[in-house]
Nanobody
Framework: QMQLVESGGGLVEPGESLRISCVAS????????MAWIRQPPGKDLEWVSG????????SYVDSVQGRFTISRDNSKNTVYLQMNNLSPEDTAVYYC???????????????RGQGTQVTVSS
């Protein structure tokens, strides 16, 4: 049974950095494209970034391009999102998900974990 467990969220001030992680189990992680999505308060889910199975191909939504970096460690079944120069607009619950049609398809499977809250506020 697939499981995704996110961690590393918290409260930070604008301009600060945070790295969130997601440990996967229950499927062949090293063969799966993965993604991070987020849900700001009162808004719909938004695709943020995707990475291919080998960690070579990456893609980002325009609003985080240049500030966020997605990476993975297949030996640890873990995907990361390094977030720099955070702004209040990045406040959201962040989820990692399995991509359905490739790392840059901006589509994802229905299952997601409990998420990790990121709050950016002064």
């Amino acid at each position: 049974q697939m499981q995704l467990v996110e961690s590393g969220g918290g409260l930070v001030e604008p301009g600060e950095s945070l790295r969130i992680s997601c440990v996967a189990s229950g499927f062949t992680f090293s063969s799966a494209s993965m993604a991070w999505i987020r849900q700001p308060p009162g808004k719909d889910l938004e695709w943020v970034s995707g990475i291919d199975s080998r960690g070579i191909g990456t893609s980002y939504v325009d609003s985080v391009q240049g500030r966020f970096t997605i990476s993975r460690d297949n030996s640890k079944n873990t995907v990361y999102l390094q977030m720099n120069n955070l702004s209040p607009e990045d406040t959201a619950v962040y989820y990692c998900v399995r991509s359905t049609f490739g790392y840059d398809s901006r589509t994802w499977s229905a299952y997601r974990g409990q998420g990790t809250q990121v709050t950016v506020s002064s």
